[in-house]
């Protein structure tokens, strides 16, 4: 059977915290998970499969497809395993590619050591085949290679997404601390966030939650807005079939939406910064954008999702205004939220203290290398009745 039509195992990468949603979209898409990590899940598929998992996969950073596994104890191993793989089946003839690994060997004290070895495996096997060496360098935005060592078992992937899939390609003016596509992506999913009511997105900055909320309401693939990934540049890639593909996702996509979305900031630049990546990723006419306090930010009477995401805050300064703004938010939950699901993702669980409101749900989540929390609050009318709205005390 050809390299493009046989099964194999998929693994798809993602930050830590994420699993729980990424596992959801892929059964929805109608994968098998195999297994679950810390931040990766395997499913399994053929190569033309990934097309699909790299167009309509939210949560992921990467879709690994296996080629080869073998043991291998030492780096000289490794080299003679990787140039028995038949590369110039795989490698255009004017072909360019890359090596990234993740590497837990005791013979390798540094990973690009690895990166070499495997390198030069290719390019010796491919110059032995056709008398001429194959480029290579850093860029990812042609053949990635992805090696993975871990003891002896070593594991040989394309990636085939390229550049990884939180670089959607929408985020023209990132501003400062903006969240990861992809983050935001799982943050909107773990809000239950589906697109029938209204999302609000106070503090909104360079607009990432709001614009990923309105792709998922409007069911738009969110690889539909980049045209580049990695398996395009594997020998024998099927054109017409990945455009087709591309044309029946982008043809089920919806028009409009139910409910309103509204994003706002104090900061006119941001505003103008997520309009601008609004219309790059096409729904700036689905979000109502504006420039406000947040606590300003228009709340229609009804019910649907807020969300914020505050500064966590590094200096002691910022600490002491920040304390007053969480405590802030408590208040605008209470006063114009209701009938509404309320949000914080926040990286310091300190100010979160100061919200002053029970939390429903706690999920952990991680943005680079901070641990942060999604905080959830009910702010329904009925649930204030009964008393267990408003804390006395602080209680997260
Ligand atoms: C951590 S950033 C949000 C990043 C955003 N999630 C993104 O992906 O770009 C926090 C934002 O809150 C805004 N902000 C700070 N204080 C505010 C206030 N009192 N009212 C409204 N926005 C505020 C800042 O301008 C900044 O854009």
Not at 151 to 172: A, W
Not at 177 to 192: F, K, N
Not at 316 to 329: A, F, H, N, Q, V
Not at 358 to 385: A, H, K, V
Request: proline share 4%; glycine share 10%; hydrophobic share 35%.
């Amino acid at each position: 059977m050809s390299f493009w039509k046989s099964k194999n195992k998929i693994v798809i990468t993602c930050a830590k915290g994420v699993p729980p949603f990424l596992k959801g979209e892929i059964i929805s898409l109608g994968f098998p998970v195999l297994s679950a990590g810390m931040a990766e899940v395997e499913t399994e598929g053929t190569m033309e499969d990934t097309f699909r998992l790299n167009l309509l996969i939210r949560t992921g950073q990467r879709v690994l497809f296996l080629l080869e596994s073998f043991t291998a104890k030492t780096p000289d191993e490794l080299y003679k395993r990787i140039s028995r793989i038949s590369w110039e089946d795989y490698i255009p003839e004017d072909g360019y590619f890359s090596v990234t690994s993740s590497v837990h060997n005791p013979t390798i004290k540094d990973s690009r050591f690895a990166n070499v070895k495997c390198k030069d495996a290719v390019v010796d096997r491919i110059k032995d085949k056709r008398g001429r060496r194959p480029d290579t360098g850093p860029q990812r935005d042609r053949v990635v290679i992805h090696l993975h060592w871990r003891g002896n078992l070593c594991q040989i992937f394309f990636d085939t997404s390229g550049e990884p899939l939180s670089r959607r390609g929408y985020r023209m003016i990132p501003l400062k601390a903006p969240m990861q596509e992809t983050l935001a992506a799982a943050v909107v999913l773990a809000s239950g966030w589906k697109g029938d009511r209204n999302f609000i997105n106070p503090m909104c900055g360079s607009g990432t939650l709001a614009i990923e909320a309105a792709l998922i309401a409007l069911g738009r693939a969110p690889g539909l807005l980049r045209s580049n990934y990695g398996f395009m540049h594997l020998k024998g890639f099927d054109e017409s079939s990945w455009k087709t593909l591309r044309r029946k996702v982008r043809s089920e996509a919806k028009d409009r939406l139910n409910g309103r979305m509204i994003a706002t900031d104090i900061s006119q630049a941001a505003v103008e910064a997520a309009k601008k990546n609004a219309i790059t990723a096409g729904v700036d006419r689905f979000i109502e954008f504006g420039v406000c306090d947040f606590s300003e930010t228009p709340v229609p009477t009804g019910e649907g999702v807020v969300i914020l995401n505050p500064e966590y805050g590094e200096r002691m300064g910022e600490m002491e205004e920040l304390k007053g703004t969480y405590s802030r938010i408590g208040d605008f939950f209470k006063k114009k939220c209701q009938g509404y699901r309320g949000y914080i993702f926040t990286g310091n669980l300190d100010l979160a203290k100061k919200v002053g409101l029970r939390t429903n749900r706690r999920i952990t989540f991680f943005n680079g290398p901070i641990e942060c929390r999604l905080l959830e609050y009910d702010l329904y009318e009925g649930s204030r009745e009964k008393g267990d709205f408003r804390l006395e005390k602080s209680e997260i």
